[in-house]
């Protein structure tokens, strides 16, 4: 007999449920018509709503320490997905200032938009969603 004969059942329940909840944080902050699929338009739309989200101070800039705050705030933890603040604005930051505009930020979300819809069918589903997030978070 195999000893913790009940660890692969337990990793099988802890991934799927870390990957439910990630699909259903999706559907509520992205998914705004609750269809099961994010389109280009929502996803701007969330993507906007995050970027005013995390520039705590107005500036129309985001820095790492407020990227920080702003997941801080919503519980989670501030190195998500792999990579940390600065890492994340490094990957879309087009003037190497150290800081996200908006404008840097939206085109950043457009990119990964695209990269993530490998179906080219103008919208998310979760599986692509699912996929396409991990990939970006990991690999800059």
């Given amino acids: 007999m195999k000893p913790f004969p ?3 059942w337990l990793l099988a329940t802890t991934l799927l449920t870390a990957a439910s909840a990630l699909a259903e944080d999706m559907r509520t902050t992205l998914d705004a018509d609750g269809d099961g699929w994010v389109s280009a338009s929502e996803h701007d739309r969330g993507t906007r709503a995050m970027f005013d989200r995390m ?3 107005r500036d129309g800039s985001v820095t790492a320490a407020e990227m920080d ?17 600065t890492e994340k ?3 879309i930051d087009r003037d190497g200032d150290g800081k996200l505009t908006a404008s840097e930020h939206r085109a950043g979300s457009q990119a990964r938009f695209t990269e993530m819809d490998v179906d080219h069918d103008g919208s998310l589903s979760r ?12 690999n800059p």
């Fill in 6 to 8: 009940h660890i692969p």
């Fill in 55 to 57: 520039d705590a101070d």
């Fill in 69 to 85: 705050a702003a997941r801080a705030a919503t519980g989670k933890p501030a190195r998500a997905g792999g990579l940390s603040s």
């Fill in 89 to 91: 604005i490094r990957t």
């Fill in 127 to 138: 599986p692509e969603w699912t996929e396409g997030h991990d990939k970006a978070m990991k």
